[in-house]
C-alpha cells in the first residue's frame, strides 16, 4: 500500500506565504508524476502545479509566478512553495502521486493524501 501524508499550510496573511510537503511512504518501486491539486469550498477538485520524476513542471495559470512546485526523489517528497498569497487561494490542498508498486507496469496507480488546509484571510 502507498501513503501520502501532507503537512503546511494553516493561516496565512494575505501577500503571505508558506510550503507544503507531501511524502510518500509504503510500496514505493517508482514514483512518476507528483502533483498538487486544490479543493475549495463549493467547487470542484482542480489542478495546481505537477512535477515529473525528471523535474519538468507544469503550472495552472492562476498560479504561475506565485508557486513553486519541487521534489526531493531521494525522499520521495514533494513540496509546494506558495507565495504572495490571496484569499481566493483559501482550499484544501491535496498531494497527489503516480506510483509504482513493483516492476510491473500493471502495478501503477494515481494515490491522494488525506488533504491540507490553507485558509488565506487577515
Known amino acids: 500500500q502507498v501513503q501520502l501524508v501532507e503537512s503546511g499550510g494553516g493561516l496565512v496573511q494575505p501577500g503571505g506565504s508558506t510550503t507544503l510537503s507531501c511524502a510518500a511512504s509504503?510500496?514505493?518501486?517508482?514514483?512518476?508524476?507528483m502533483g498538487w491539486y486544490r479543493q475549495a469550498p463549493g467547487k470542484q477538485r482542480e489542478l495546481v502545479a505537477t512535477?515529473?520524476?525528471?523535474?519538468?513542471?507544469n503550472y495552472a495559470d492562476f498560479v504561475k509566478g506565485r508557486f513553486t512546485i519541487s521534489r526531493d526523489n531521494a525522499k520521495n517528497t514533494v513540496y509546494l512553495q506558495m507565495n504572495s498569497l490571496k484569499p481566493e487561494d483559501t482550499a484544501v490542498y491535496y498531494c497527489?502521486?503516480?506510483?509504482?508498486?513493483?516492476?510491473?507496469?500493471?502495478?501503477?496507480?494515481?494515490?491522494w493524501g488525506q488533504g491540507t488546509q490553507v485558509a488565506v484571510s487577515s
Open positions: 512535477i515529473s520524476r525528471g523535474g519538468v513542471t
Open positions: 497527489n502521486a503516480n506510483v509504482r508498486t513493483t516492476i510491473s507496469l500493471l502495478s501503477r496507480g494515481t494515490y
Open positions: 509504503g510500496s514505493l518501486f517508482s514514483i512518476d508524476t
